[in-house]
């Protein structure tokens, strides 16, 4: 689909507004719809979408499938250590009030470190998804039996 | 209607059309039910990622779906009998959209009050989800990355060649 | 019987229906998966329309806006839907393997393909 100059400038324009967008949505989590989880997917389209313009080799040389793993795993542990850093500082797990002096300030930054975490991992995890799935089509090759009306 | 398009839809591809407009029209009715956040998730992942995903599964699968000799008399039977025990079930439940209804009452009041005073965030679906029941996105979090991590061990396996071609079996 | 206050709920159990006979009904797996995709989201709207109090609004905090909806069941869809995405790409990997393996996704063809290699008594 490189060559179709319509997709291609199309392309060029949405992804950085969609990739901006999911930016937005993840940090205004408080005082509007939206939060780590959609956040995370609308990325992690925003990525696809390049990947379908451009083919999988140029998605993957953007985001290598290392760094994929490294980030979806991080973002987990990213969660476990505020709540972590909960107990160290006095609380119970995931307590957000030890944090900080001024408690509404201490939730807050709570709330946001953790979606953070969140989004961060379902980004992740559904690149990393999609490439598993389209990594197998080049691996099949030619030698599969042609798809068909079976 | 899309669902029943959706079921009886023989071609894959206008299945999985089919069933973006599906959940887009959910979406749609989540706003209309004061839904802002779910509505956003069950468009950016129903329309978005559950058909990408399945329309990369149909580039690597036979397209069509075999044909459907008669009718399956024993699944219309299981459905139309669970269909009308639940729908006798559902006589027992509260009315729709009554201020009064036992799920209004008890703790989501203290929710929608202290959400602002207590944390200064106006988003009360968001402090619910990552202060009040926080743990339970913790486990949500682990969930999706073990789906990545069961993903990869399935499609680590290089791919062979099937055991017997259809077109091999006279 | 409050029939016309429940009516929410009776389209909730068609579109649960719906999904559920298309997972017992139809043999391809793909199918299968989008009727299993089809339940999930009829039981989100179960949800979402039970937390809902009319004439309330979203549960954002603004001026002017005296009853809010309940937030509680809208944690609890967003959750289910990221675990529903979840479910859906190990399902679809599942069903990937298979048709490496076997060849078809068709319920009735993998029962007979598979018939020469197992050995369920006499065959």
Not at chain 2, 46 to 74: C, D, F, H, K, M
Not at chain 3, 84 to 94: D, Q, Y
Request: with cysteine; net charge negative.
């Amino acid at each position: 689909m490189r060559e179709n100059g319509i997709l291609r400038i199309v392309t060029r324009l949405l992804i950085p507004l969609i990739m901006l967008f999911a930016l937005y949505i993840q940090f205004h989590g408080e005082y509007s719809p939206g939060g780590g989880f959609q956040a995370g997917v609308m990325f992690a389209a925003a990525w696809i979408l390049f990947v379908l313009i451009y083919g999988l080799d140029a998605g993957l040389a953007v985001i290598p499938e290392r760094v994929m793993f490294v980030l979806s795993a991080s973002g987990a542990l990213l969660y476990a250590a505020i709540g972590l850093l909960g107990v160290v500082l006095g609380g119970n797990f995931l307590d957000y009030a030890p944090l900080m002096e001024d408690s509404q300030s201490a939730q807050q930054a709570g709330i946001i470190l953790v979606e953070l975490g969140v989004g961060v991992t379902v980004a992740s995890v559904v690149m990393l998804i999609f490439s598993l799935f389209a990594r197998r089509r080049g691996e099949q090759g030619e030698s599969w039996p042609a798809e068909g009306d079976d | 209607m899309v669902a029943v398009a959706v079921v009886r839809v023989r071609d894959l591809f206008s299945a999985a059309m089919l069933f973006a407009i599906y959940s887009l029209l959910s979406a749609a009715l989540f706003v209309v039910l004061d839904a802002g956040d779910v509505a956003l998730t069950e468009a950016a992942v129903g329309a978005g990622i559950s058909t990408i995903l399945i329309l990369a599964v149909l580039t690597l699968a036979p397209r069509y779906e075999a044909a459907i000799r008669g009718v399956n008399w024993i699944a219309i039977t299981v459905v139309v009998i669970t269909g009308v025990c639940l729908i006798w079930a559902v006589s027992d439940l509260p009315t729709f959209g009554d201020p009064n209804n036992p799920i209004h009452v008890h703790v989501a009041p203290y929710y929608i009050e202290h959400s602002y005073k207590d944390f200064g965030v106006p988003n009360m679906v968001a402090s619910v989800l990552a202060s009040w029941r926080s743990i339970d996105t913790f486990g949500e979090v682990i969930v999706i990355f073990t789906a990545a991590v069961a993903v990869f061990s399935l499609l680590s396996v290089k791919p062979t060649r099937p055991a017997r071609k259809p077109e091999d079996e006279a | 019987m409050d029939l016309l206050g429940h009516y929410n709920y009776y389209v909730v159990v068609i579109l649960m229906m719906i999904g559920l006979y298309a997972v017992i009904a139809r043999g391809n797996m793909v199918k299968k998966i989008m009727g299993l995709n089809l339940f999930q989201t009829a039981g989100f709207i179960l949800f979402i329309s039970a937390g809902k109090i009319i004439g309330g609004s979203t549960p954002i905090y603004r001026e002017g806006v005296e009853l809010y909806s309940n937030p509680l069941p809208h944690v609890l869809i967003l959750t289910a839907i990221v675990v529903g995405i979840a479910t859906t790409a190990v399902g679809l990997a599942l069903a990937l393997r298979i048709r490496e393996t076997y060849g078809s996704i068709e319920d009735e063809e993998l029962v007979e393909d598979d018939g020469e290699d197992w050995s369920f008594g006499d065959r």
